[in-house]
T-cell receptor, first 111, second 113 residues
Framework: QQQVKQSPQSLIVQKGGISIINCAYENTAFDYFPWYQQFPGKGPALLIAIRPDVSEKKEGRFTISFNKSAKQFSLHIMDSQPGDSATYFCAVSGGYQKVTFGIGTKLQVIP | NAGVTQTPKFQVLKTGQSMTLQCAQDMNHEYMSWYRQDPGMGLRLIHYSVGAGITDQGEVPNGYNVSRSTTEDFPLRLLSAAPSQTSVYFC????????????FGSGTQLSVL
């Protein structure tokens, strides 16, 4: 059973545009919802994360929107830049629970 | 402070061979885990550990063994390599229940012929 469903699998955005990646989860026991960014040949690195007590968290050009009732959360990248081209993973976890990842979204920002 | 260190970076095996992927962290993290990354499959959890002497299975544990004799090290053993185990393997650690940020190593690219 897939605990977190991520879409789309690939995304092409023009420079300056908004990139949006979505994730949906099943288990309401999760209480930590991070997004990881991975560049080719590197390990993933934490980009931004949210807990379910807030509906939105913003860090620079990156924003997480969280909808607890719909069990969905999304990553918005404003003013997308070519340097943002990477693979993005959403994940779910809680306390000492294992961390489960989505299948990833390969983002390409074209000039 | 090196973070999470994985060795080797690349490895080619023949079907049936065994090997150990090494993972070490110098952050005194209690939680350590192994993932494999395959195209279109994302990061799938193989095994994880919440402290020395404690391990548990993830989503795809078959064909892999782990042990955790120290806080710092969490090796992953392939008992009898199969072509289906061709993948990129990542080790990751985190502080514990209160700090859920995962720190990843740089990965091991494994090919089984």
């Amino acid at each position: 059973q897939q605990q977190v469903k991520q879409s789309p699998q690939s995304l092409i955005v023009q420079k300056g545009g908004i990139s949006i990646i979505n994730c949906a989860y099943e288990n309401t026991a999760f209480d930590y919802f991070p997004w990881y960014q991975q560049f080719p040949g590197k390990g993933p690195a934490l980009l931004i994360a949210i807990r379910p007590d807030v509906s939105e968290k913003k860090e620079g050009r990156f924003t997480i929107s969280f909808n607890k009732s719909a069990k969905q959360f999304s990553l918005h990248i404003m003013d997308s830049q070519p340097g943002d081209s990477a693979t993005y993973f959403c994940a779910v976890s809680g306390g000492y629970q294992k961390v489960t990842f989505g299948i990833g979204t390969k983002l390409q920002v074209i000039p | 402070n090196a973070g999470v260190t994985q060795t080797p970076k690349f490895q080619v095996l023949k079907t049936g061979q065994s090997m150990t992927l090494q993972c070490a962290q110098d952050m005194n993290h209690e939680y350590m885990s192994w993932y494999r990354q395959d195209p279109g499959m994302g990061l799938r959890l193989i095994h994880y550990s919440v402290g020395a002497g404690i391990t548990d299975q993830g989503e795809v544990p078959n064909g892999y063994n782990v042990s955790r004799s120290t806080t710092e090290d969490f090796p992953l053993r392939l008992l009898s390599a199969a072509p289906s185990q061709t993948s990129v393997y990542f080790c990751a650690s985190r502080d514990g229940a209160t700090n859920e940020k995962l720190f990843f190593g740089s990965g091991t690219q494994l090919s089984v012929l």
